[in-house]
């Protein structure tokens, strides 16, 4: 069964290449989030992901992590559903991989 994996930083030039890496030797499905408001770039993105049939494996998800994570996108990354019966199911991480940093060493101390 394929594992489930959220990435942070995913724009970033290690995360980037993490998406690259594990789309070609693994059957994972990443779930990314990235602000995009420091060093993340989509031009990573569409790099690591030439890999074919990616769109079924690799879901993006703008947020800032200096905020918290709201009940909608929670409910997002966790693929919450409510069954017929009205039963909430969910799907959790195997992993969750951060990458997420402040690109300049001067602001982050």
């Known amino acids: 069964m394929a594992k489930k994996v959220l990435l942070t930083g995913a724009g970033g030039f290690i995360g980037s290449h993490c998406i690259e890496f594990w789309l070609k030797n693994t059957d994972w499905t990443l779930f ?10 989509h031009t990573r993105l ?3 992901t030439q890999t074919e049939g ?8 703008y947020h800032n992590l200096a905020t918290p994570i709201d009940p909608q996108l929670e409910n997002l990354l966790l693929e ?3 069954g017929p019966n009205g039963q909430v199911s969910e799907k959790p991480f195997d992993y969750i991989v951060n990458m997420a ?3 300049a060493v001067e602001r982050s101390t």
């Open 32 to 41: 990314c989030i990235d602000s995009f408001r420091h060093k993340g770039q």
């Open 46 to 48: 569409e790099v690591a």
């Open 54 to 61: 990616w769109q079924d494996r690799v879901k993006i998800f």
């Open 80 to 82: 919450r559903s409510i």
């Open 101 to 103: 940093s402040n690109s």
